[in-house]
């Protein structure tokens, strides 16, 4: 699979680890920066790898911050990306079956090397289960249509 990763300062430890264990699991690696653990903004290399994932440039995208969450935050916003926080393997397994996430947010101070890599193996291998997941998803894609009206509200008013 060809995979884009990327870190900012926080997740730098494990970005090059991440790589390597990719690379040496038969994955083509895209590496999206940063090149020293100088304190950067994340929002700049999550960016890079979602614009990858969103052009069908690579199949998946990885991301470390120090929690995982700005970098989600921001990846997310870009049409066409599916990106979700995980510092588990079974949110792994369900963000892959469930909610067919295109893009892995992992914490780089919170989670362990050794544990981070097992969560990208489930994230890697793990299928999405389509069915009534994929009628949800596709609903959520749709909102990056600007012409779709979004779902109806209605409160009773
Ligand atoms: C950097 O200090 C930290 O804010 C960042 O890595 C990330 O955790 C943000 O969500």
Do not use: W
């Not at 960016?47 to 690579?58: C, I, P, Q, S």
């Not at 991301?63 to 989600?72: Q, R």
């Not at 079974?90 to 996430?101: C, I, K, P, Q, V």
């Amino acid at each position: 699979m060809r995979i884009a990763i990327a870190s900012d300062h926080a997740g730098f430890v494990q970005k090059d680890p991440l790589a390597d264990y990719l690379r040496s699991h038969g994955h083509e690696v895209v590496d999206c920066g940063p090149a020293t653990d100088a304190r950067c903004d994340y929002p700049d290399f999550a960016d890079k790898v979602a614009r990858l994932v969103a052009r069908g440039e690579v199949e998946r995208g990885v991301i470390i911050c120090g929690t995982g969450l700005g970098v989600a935050l921001t990846a997310d916003k870009v049409a066409g990306v599916r990106a979700l926080p995980i510092q588990t393997v079974e949110f792994a397994r369900l963000a892959r079956e469930h909610n067919d996430a295109n893009v892995i947010c992992l914490s780089g101070r919170f989670v362990s090397l050794e544990d981070n890599e097992a969560i990208l193996d489930t994230f890697l291998t793990t299928e999405f289960a389509g069915g009534r997941h994929a009628v949800r998803v596709e609903k959520i894609m749709r909102e990056d249509d600007p012409d779709f009206p979004g779902v109806p509200m209605d409160f009773g008013m």
